[in-house]
């Protein structure tokens, strides 16, 4: 019997934690799930749903570097609707759209606060 992955849980480097979580729950609907300190953490969780993400403060100096930011691609049931909700809080750039791949996703893409990429999709295809 070999043991089952079950679920993972992405770290986010971010500037700021507290600002990247205000972010997440106010702009994109996400609960704190844990914070190692209230007032000034380094590194907490937020979830919606089965989604889980950590946010880990980095130093001013690693953001120096020309290093790629990471990209999340998200499953969820209904990425239109999801679209509309998140289209009035004022966080996509001006072509930000739904679109239908040729790997047979709808989905669409914009980044966090640090530039961090979030694509959410679902499939199309049965």
């Known amino acids: 019997m070999s043991s089952q992955l079950l679920q993972i849980h992405p770290v986010l480097p971010v500037k700021n934690v507290l600002a990247a979580l205000f972010f ?10 844990f ?41 969820t049931s209904n990425v239109s609707e999801l679209y509309q909700e998140l289209s009035t809080k004022d966080i996509f750039h001006s072509e930000t759209k739904v679109q239908n791949t040729a790997w047979g996703t709808q989905e669409f893409a914009f980044y966090d606060l640090y530039k961090n990429g979030l694509t959410f999709y679902n499939t199309t295809k049965a």
Do not use: C
Request: charged residues 35%; glycine residues 6%.
């Open 24 to 33: 997440y729950v106010d702009k994109l609907g996400f609960d704190i799930a």
């Open 35 to 75: 914070a190692d300190d209230p007032k000034s953490p380094k590194y907490a969780g937020v979830r919606r749903g089965n989604i889980e993400i950590h946010l880990q403060w980095h130093d001013e100096s690693e953001w120096d570097t020309k290093v790629e930011r990471p990209m999340l691609r998200i499953l």
